[in-house]
């Protein structure tokens, strides 16, 4: 079955404790992302990857860090989070988007993090 | 930012058409327009997505305007199961990212 997993599902943490949370995608996809999401503001883009060894800023990187070592693999690391990074949290993954074909975006289950 | 708009909620009764509307103005000639929905808090689903003509498939039938300027997303025969929040998404390729607008809460009422 073609899916996107995120690992963990729940995690309550304390400020300054590293912590990651892994993504993990059977696709063979180029393309993985990370979300936020929280009330009233939607889902905003904190990193992406075009493909193994290839990261990028989404809109909201401060205090986060990823890595593309694997291609199935994209895991998200709060080296030190505090309580503003309390949010849920998706990874994403696609063929490279913008070509018109075979355009889904397969979205994680989600994380949700408190941060204390 | 080729942001998106949309209205912040729409009502539909079950087994009419939910027309929802999204205004992205400054799209480029290139991109494509998506649309994903996302129930309660699960991992947003895709639903479908447009370049310049009209679309369909078996979820919904996406219709552009001529000027791509704005979309409408529309659900032939909504169900209650179809009350969720709606994201209107552009991809900028100069960016390879996607911008997610704030979406649509569609209630769909008996």
Known sequence: ?116 | DAKTTQPPSMDCAEGRAANLPCNHSTISGNEYVYWYRQIHSQGPQYIIHGLKNNETNEMASLIITEDRKSSTLILPHATLRDTAVYYCIVFRYNFNKFYFGSGTKLNVKP
């Open chain 1, 1 to 116: 079955e073609a899916q996107v997993t995120q690992n963990p599902r729940y995690l309550i943490t304390v400020t300054g404790k590293k912590l990651t949370v892994t993504c993990s995608q059977n696709m063979n996809h180029e393309y993985m992302s990370w979300y936020r999401q929280d009330p009233g503001l939607g889902l905003r883009q904190i990193y992406y990857s075009m493909n193994v060894e290839v990261t990028d800023k989404g809109d909201v990187p401060e205090g986060y860090k990823v890595s593309r070592k694997e291609k199935r693999n994209f895991p998200l690391i709060l080296e030190s989070p505090s309580p503003n990074q309390t949010s849920l949290y998706f990874c994403a993954s696609s063929l490279v988007p913008g070509t018109g074909v075979q355009e889904t975006q397969y979205f994680g289950p989600g994380t949700r993090l408190l941060v204390l």
